[in-house]
């Protein structure tokens, strides 16, 4: 009978120390839990807000802004000749091409078909510059082939201060306005530099002439 008291006071003992083991263990771990999870908070909170597309965008805007205008305002650049005409220093132009004779089966028409070289053929450039005129005489040889030379800059052509003319043809035959014979030609083609870059050649033509048919 003895036994029972003690053993009903050693279970009393044993359910308190329990529930104060369990108090021992569930408090620190929430109070841990608190003071531990506000600071991450907090500074994930404050990095995610300083660091997000914060500078970029506002150096990409000012550098995607600035930076054409400027580079389209530059690029127009005033210059004295198109882009494509450089003076040339102590240079002069000379000036190549052609002259055919139709032939009959081709009279009338800007069909050089069966046409052949005319030997003696005369041409004659025209050039003003400054409100100076200034002419230059050429005459085909025997394969129909013109060269002439002019004191004048090869800047001056390609300005379009000059024209090529054919003059009446030998033997009654009739000039033609074929590229520009009768009206005076203006395209010149540059070839390049000639006879150690004394002479910028251009070429020009070719001119026809119309045929004397029965």
Do not use: W
């Amino acid at each position: 009978m003895a036994k029972a008291p003690t053993l009903f006071l050693l279970l009393v003992c044993f359910s308190f120390g329990v529930f104060s083991l369990e108090l021992d263990t569930t408090l620190p771990p929430s109070s841990f839990l608190s003071t531990h999870a506000h600071p991450p908070h907090h500074h994930h909170h404050h990095n995610h807000h300083s660091h997000v597309r914060a500078k970029p965008p506002t150096h990409t805007t000012a550098h995607a802004t600035a930076k054409p205008p400027a580079h389209h305002i530059h690029n127009p650049s005033p210059s004295p000749y198109p882009t494509h005409i450089y003076p040339m220093v102590n240079t002069y132009a000379a000036f190549e091409g052609i002259v055919y004779k139709k032939s009959c089966k081709h009279a009338g028409t800007d069909n050089l078909s069966e046409a052949t070289p005319l030997p003696g053929a005369i041409v004659t450039l025209h050039c003003t510059i400054q409100s100076r005129d200034v002419m230059q005489i050429g005459k085909t040889a025997s394969n129909g082939v013109f060269h002439l030379e002019a004191s004048i800059k090869p800047e001056h052509v390609q300005l379009g201060h000059c024209k090529m003319y054919l003059s009446p043809a030998p033997n009654g035959l009739r000039r033609s306005n074929y590229n520009g014979g009768i009206q005076g030609a203006t395209l010149f083609r540059p070839v390049g530099h000639i006879q150690n870059a004394k002479f910028f050649l251009f070429n020009v033509g070719p001119f026809a002439v119309e045929p004397n048919c029965p």
